[in-house]
């Protein structure tokens, strides 16, 4: 396919000195970039959300990496600040692991910016693989839901989910695209929305109270997601609202597709009850693009991931191939060791 018709977006780049960031919190209103030039302001940019989605803060933390090697700062608190930036996309755990792999075999800066940029090499090449094989499972002339945001700017280029939907769409599989806005934080609205309009994909955008009453329409075949953390026994963890929306799929005949890298399977958490999931700031729901809208003195609850058990997925995809209906059997033989 053309690639570069459809994936034009590079959120994460090294820019030979310092690692420049697309400000994720600003999109679509504006396009502002952050120079990160420490492992600090890179812990602090994917804290806060400037960039966002599993594989691109695996990606940014391993160029963090590079920069707190550059500086000559000690790395084993550099690789535990980075660690620590948030808790539930395993990427960014992997992606360290690698980084760390490569300091104790003894690596110079130079050698772990080249081991950086595989990585984010590879998930390019994993997202165009994963693409394929996602487009093939969708029968011409499908809709399909997607939730979130899993496109380039949350990886390091063309994208999880929204990769089988780019790909869906190039093969003419994909008729009809729903993206969910996804509250509180909004990256189908602000991201999904931004990416499908720069491809020219058409696209409409969906309350997430309005996914059930989609389904029940007959107007989508698929749900198609990301993940986080895809536990050994199939159970994945992604954006809070998944987990409703594969049961909302499961009761109206609509299947559930999760597509990820290899990255994202960690196979030492043996169910999705082991994952932590991250709760974020309450003020992220009081208040809507900065502006409060609920009473002064209300409490929230805002846990920003949610489980779905393996038993409500009809498909995991990644570079290394399918698995349809997930267990932890199936997992084994495609990841284990
Ligand atoms: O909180 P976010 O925006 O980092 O959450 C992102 C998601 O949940 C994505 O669906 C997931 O990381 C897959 S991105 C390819």
Redesign the pocket.
């Known amino acids: 396919m053309d690639y570069d018709r459809y994936d034009r977006v590079r959120a994460v780049q090294w820019q030979g000195d310092h690692l420049r960031l697309l400000d994720q919190r600003l999109l679509p209103q504006e396009e502002r970039w952050i120079d990160c030039r420490d492992a600090a302001a890179v812990t602090q940019a994917i804290r806060d959300?400037a960039v966002?989605?599993?594989?691109a803060?695996g990606i940014a933390a391993a160029w963090g990496v590079v920069l707190a090697a550059r500086r000559g700062e000690p790395l084993e608190p550099a690789l535990a600040m980075l660690r620590a930036a948030r808790p539930t996309?395993v990427n960014l755990m992997w992606a360290l692991d690698r980084m760390k792999a490569r300091i104790a075999a003894g690596a110079d800066a130079a050698a772990l910016a080249r081991e950086a940029q595989a990585i984010q090499d590879e998930d390019l090449a994993a997202n165009r693989r994963m693409g394929e094989l996602g487009a093939a499972l969708i029968a011409p002339g499908s809709g399909v839901l997607t939730h979130?945001?899993?496109g380039s700017l949350?990886?390091a280029g063309f994208?999880?989910a929204l990769g089988v939907i780019r790909a869906g769409v190039a093969a003419g599989r994909v008729a009809r695209v729903y993206a969910g806005e996804t509250r509180p934080?909004q990256?189908g609205a602000r991201l999904t929305m931004y990416e499908l309009v720069r491809d020219g994909i058409p696209a409409k955008l969906i309350a997430d109270s309005a996914a059930a009453h989609l389904m029940r329409s007959g107007q989508v075949q698929w749900v198609i997601?990301?993940?986080?953390r895809i536990a050994a026994n199939g159970d994945t963890a992604?954006?809070i609202g998944t987990y409703q929306l594969a049961i909302a799929a499961r009761h109206h005949g609509v299947k559930f597709m999760v597509a990820?890298p290899s990255s994202t399977v960690d196979m030492a958490t043996p169910s999705g009850e082991a994952i932590e999931i991250e709760l974020r700031d309450p003020a992220e729901l009081l208040a809507v693009a900065g502006r409060r809208t609920v009473v002064e003195g209300a409490e929230a609850w805002n846990p920003?991931?949610d489980v779905t058990p393996a038993a409500l997925i009809d498909a995991i995809v990644t570079e290394r191939g399918v698995i349809e209906r997930p267990d932890a059997a199936a997992m084994q033989a495609m990841f284990g060791r």
């Open positions: 959300l966002r989605g599993a594989p803060i996309a979130c945001n899993t949350a990886t994208g999880t934080w990256q997601v990301g993940a986080d992604n954006k990820a920003v991931f």
